[in-house]
């Protein structure tokens, strides 16, 4: 039953998938020849080592039966997001509310925070990266724009 | 006499105001990361990286190694006083040097801590004053395939002295390898797994990945489970001195620590202090006449640990400066910041940027003479900081992450490239993949293609050159026993598993 949601066995399956997709690509950019190496020689040749390492995994995979360890789902969907809301707000509406939602948003993957405490906290971090960043390293951050 | 001169130019280099700073910044920020708990020193260097930007070369890796060997001083705060590891090397700090906490001694044990970490930088820096040069100069005379073997050794090495199964280890650096591989082909000019994405010619930023799969997964793993309100032991400025008898029984561990220390640090794929740190207090329970003390507070198992492991964080800078190859994770961050300046690492650094090697190695001593003074006066400050609750620090942790990455290159193409890696990465991670072997073929996968191409085209396509070459061969042997043992070990893995499985079953 576990076996196949064993760890190994997707580890398995992730490695020669990777393997495969490397060999592909390394193909299409050629592969030339050992003493003119092209740019796929060197791909493909890690590509194939992966499938092995994976072909490995699965082997041993028969016997483990070693689950993968349950995560946090919320945390691993919420603070990529936070991130990534960083990355998308920042050019549109500036560095303050970016910053702020920012770490408002990463805050609240934890579900012991409140929001009144993350605001405070947000109003802190922020201004310090600001003059860290900003004044101290002479990054160039927009501290409010408007420009979706 | 060299010697003497090369320390010279070192203190010249490293005594201007500008590098000073930049070292004691360097180890007091170590120093307060080291003892938050939830952020090891991997993650502070991440966090830290794109300062390095901002800095001259020099002043960037003095900065960036302050807060590597301050970020060890401080997680054995963190380990003694609130049994709570920020690091695996410091893990072994909890092992006495909690249980001295509890019986009232927690000033000493962080005394003798202080103490034993400044003996073993100390012994492990002249080991690397003394070693570096002819190293470096046995590796002027390397040939491409040789540097292509002994790279093949230092990644094998790496991917099965890792943490997890050895075969993920070795997966790990072959996906690293790959991600390396991402952007311009310098020799053909085409690209390679860029799929039209302009961001992406350049391949992927170091910085970008050290953020995602050290800094953003670490959080992730860490939320909630990193407890709150902890109980902190308080420490008075007088419980500080230990007793005469603590201090003379700490001498020998202290010295065997370092020596194991600096033995371990230079070997591939073990640099960092966890496997020095293991090692020492496996020795010191062995040649103990008291081995029974061990685990209940004994000053020799807080002492020698400690003395390995920060010997080992000094030491592991030999192969990563003068041959070009990190032991460890962190050594490749460090190689990373080398490449951003545009300095390629290899035993040319010795010879052609001697004041920057020379600047290094005496900033180490200048940043340890730091520590001795930062940490016992302000033993204070350092418990309050304990305190700070998780949930405070992760999202400030988030959005220092986000503007870094961004200001290195203004682009908000790396920062939803960091979300993203960290998401893949942290369910990789969840299968067993691991990040510092995968970090370590990152780093090096350039070099291995460069010098496997030029080793290829002088032999004419002839594959027998790594092997005609005897310091090719040697390394290649070293590597293939590697390989043979994780083999080996591997198929006797799961029939321990079945037979553990069946007990408890």
Request: hydrophobic share 55%; glycine share 12%; aromatic share 8%.
């Amino acid at each position: 039953m576990h076996t196949v949601l064993s760890k190994d066995f997707l580890a398995g399956v992730v490695s020669i998938g990777i393997g495969l997709f490397l060999i592909i690509h390394g193909i299409d950019y050629g592969i030339g020849t050992p003493q003119r190496m092209g740019s796929g020689f060197f791909p493909v040749g890690l590509g194939a080592l992966l499938g092995f390492i994976g072909l490995a995994l699965l082997w041993g995979a028969r016997h483990t039966r070693e689950p993968v360890e349950g995560f946090r789902l919320r945390a691993l969907i919420i603070i990529p997001l936070a991130i990534l809301s960083f990355g998308l707000l920042l050019p549109r509406v500036g560095f303050l509310p970016a910053g702020a939602f920012t770490v408002v948003l990463a805050g609240i993957a934890d579900r012991r925070s409140s929001v009144p405490t993350l605001l405070i906290v947000a109003a802190v971090v922020v201004t310090s990266c600001w003059l860290l960043f900003s004044q101290g390293l002479s990054v160039r951050l927009p501290l409010v724009a408007w420009d979706l | 006499m060299d010697v003497l001169a090369n320390i010279q130019l070192g203190l010249l280099t490293a005594a201007t105001l500008e590098n000073l700073a930049y070292c004691f910044v360097g180890v007091t920020v170590g120093m307060i990361v080291g003892v938050l708990p939830g952020i090891g020193h991997l993650a502070a260097i991440s966090l830290l990286m794109p300062l390095t930007f901002h800095v001259p070369a020099t002043a960037s890796l003095v900065l960036l190694a302050g807060i590597y060997y301050g970020a060890q001083y401080g997680g054995s705060i963190a380990s003694i006083l609130l049994n709570l590891p920020g690091t695996a090397s410091s893990a072994v700090a909890c092992l006495d040097g909690y249980p001295m906490a509890q019986k009232g001694r927690a000033g000493a044990a962080l005394m003798i801590t202080t103490i034993a970490s400044f003996f073993g930088s100390c012994l492990s820096i002249v080991v690397l004053i003394l070693m570096a040069p002819p190293l470096a100069q046995l590796a002027l005379a390397f040939h491409s395939a040789d540097y292509f073997s002994m790279m093949v050794l230092g990644l094998v090495a790496a991917g099965s002295i890792s943490q997890g199964k050895p075969l993920m280890g070795l997966a790990s650096v072959i996906l690293g390898l790959a991600i390396g591989l991402v952007g311009i082909d310098v020799n053909t000019g085409s690209m390679r797994f860029t799929f039209g994405t302009p961001e992406l010619f350049e391949g992927v930023s170091i910085i970008v990945i050290a953020m995602a799969l050290f800094g953003v997964v670490e959080v992730i793993s860490s939320i909630g489970r990193t407890g709150e309100g902890a109980k902190v032991h308080d420490v008075s400025f007088r419980s500080l001195m230990p007793t005469r008898n603590e201090l003379s029984r700490s001498w020998w561990p202290m010295l065997r620590g370092s020596g194991i220390g600096v033995g371990v640090g230079v070997l591939p794929g073990t640099g960092g202090g966890s496997m020095a740190s293991f090692m020492a207090y496996a020795v010191e329970k062995r040649v103990s006449r008291t081995p029974e003390e061990f685990g209940k507070g004994s000053i020799a198992g807080v002492s020698a640990p400690e003395a390995a492991n920060n010997s080992a964080a000094q030491s592991a800078f030999i192969p990563t400066l003068t041959l070009g190859i990190p032991g460890d994770a962190i050594m490749a961050l460090m190689l990373g910041a080398l490449l951003i300046h545009g300095i390629q690492p290899g035993p040319r650094v010795v010879t052609e940027s001697p004041e920057l090697f020379w600047g290094l190695v005496v900033s180490f001593l200048i940043g340890n003479f730091f520590l001795l003074i930062l940490n016992i006066p302000l033993i204070r400050v350092w418990v309050r900081i304990l305190q700070i609750p998780y949930k405070v620090l992760f999202p400030s942790i988030i959005l220092l992450i986000a503007v870094g990455v961004y200001s290195v290159n203004r682009s908000t193409f790396d920062v939803m490239l960091v979300a993203g890696l960290a998401f893949v990465g942290f369910l990789m991670i969840r299968i067993g993949f691991e990040a510092a072997p995968l970090l370590l073929g990152y780093i090096l996968g350039p070099l291995l293609e460069e010098n496997m191409r030029r080793a290829l085209l002088v032999s004419r396509g002839d594959f027998m050159i790594f092997l005609e070459r005897p310091i090719s061969a040697v390394f290649l042997f070293f590597a293939l026993a590697m390989l043979a043992w994780v083999v080996f070990s591997s198929l006797r893995t799961p029939k321990l598993n079945e037979t553990s499985s069946a007990e408890s079953g």
